[in-house]
């Protein structure tokens, strides 16, 4: 019997076809209702940052693109206009998708409901749609980030209280980070799977799979203009990195960007509290804790500084949270040093 026919670019055209919706099948390894759900979701999510990502490649020539609206947020924040059409992007997308029963965005005070889908739509997608909005206006990185719950219960008094729950009911979580190449990274808890938009196919493509955060790596990521509002055991931290070689610092202003620099090469981020602030300025639901969920996927670690944020339960939707994320070694070293400020402490009051 003659072999079997092998096509002489099999590797690399299998690669090639390897699309998100296809790798979250196989990597579930069904295509159950579930799995074609799941599928589903993170196609409308990838439909979302194309349409996102387009509108930030022509950001200088569309009008109402650039700047602010004028009104803040449920943060107090100023808005931008990309806030605002992204936000309303991921809401249309997933208006028809008749899986999504809710939508919770940093942007917005409340969920926000879509009844034709609630009877049998189980699912809520939690985001932010722009995150480092501030770096639109000046061409630099920005990003989307995102998570996905399933509904426990009714939810009928339409106040959400189920989502007041550990990041550890998390179902798939991952953010599209905006920059040279337009990058979706994602989990759905079987690793951390990275995918680059090939503009002449439409498609998002598979680039790395099961990315691993090296147990140890030389960026730190913080805001050092915020030196003097921070615990002493965090400008410890910081002049210890000083003093010793091989640490360089990294600083967008914008998460994702930052983030996806510690993911792939190790090191950490902070975006600690302030004395004034001690809870911090990033948004556990939107933020903390989908980035929390990848990290650990890869190896990683995301902390409070005292607390693993993935055990962080909220109190309120918007509710915030201090971040250490990163290789296992660099958060851990973070934490020494607030353990030690808080040891000081004790002892200076007995």
């Known amino acids: 019997m003659a072999d079997g026919y092998q096509p002489a670019q ?29 599928s589903a979701l993170m196609n409308r999510i990838a439909l979302a940052g194309k349409l996102i990502a387009r509108r930030l490649t022509r950001a200088g020539l569309v009008e109402d693109a650039l700047g602010f609206t004028g009104r803040t947020n449920v943060q107090g924040e100023s808005v931008k206009k990309m806030d605002i059409y992204a936000n309303d992007v991921f809401i249309s997308v ?4 008749g899986l999504v029963c809710r939508l919770a965005s940093e942007e917005m005070d409340e969920p926000y409901y879509i009844p034709e889908n609630c009877p049998l739509g189980r699912y809520t997608l939690l985001y932010d749609p722009i995150d480092g909005s501030s770096n639109v206006d000046i061409n630099l990185n920005v990003g989307s980030i995102f998570a996905i719950r399933q509904q426990q219960g009714s939810d009928l008094d339409q106040t959400a209280s189920d989502l ?55 960026n730190y990521s913080v805001n050092e203009g915020n030196f003097w509002q921070w615990e002493e055991s965090l400008r410890d931290y910081i002049r210890y990195v000083h003093r010793h070689e091989g640490y360089s610092a990294r600083y967008s202003g ?23 602030k001690p809870e911090g300025k990033l948004r556990v639901l939107y933020e903390s ?62």
């Open 94 to 97: 997933f208006k028809q998708s």
């Open 289 to 350: 804790a989908p980035l929390a969920f990848l990290a650990e996927q890869a190896g990683g670690r995301a902390s409070t500084g005292t607390q693993d944020i993935l055990d962080v339960v909220p109190d309120k939707l918007h509710a915030r949270s201090p971040l250490v994320i990163g290789s296992t070694e660099d958060v851990s070293l973070v934490e020494s040093f607030i353990k030690e400020g808080q040891r000081e402490k004790s002892a200076a009051s007995v």
């Open 10 to 38: 099999g590797s690399t055209l299998d690669r090639d076809s390897t699309t998100l919706s296809r790798h979250v099948l196989q990597q579930l390894q069904s295509f159950g209702p579930d799995a074609q759900d799941l």
């Open 164 to 218: 007041l729950s550990s990041g550890r009911d998390q179902i798939a979580a991952g953010y599209i980070l905006y920059g040279p190449s337009t990058v979706l990274v994602y989990s759905i808890g079987h690793g951390v799977h990275a995918f680059t938009l090939d503009p002449s196919l439409g498609e998002f493509i598979l680039a790395s799979e099961n990315i691993q955060i090296p147990a140890h790596g030389p």
């Open 254 to 276: 914008a998460l994702v960007g930052d983030f996806h620099r510690i993911l792939m090469q190790g090191g950490v981020f902070l975006y600690p509290g302030s004395v004034k």
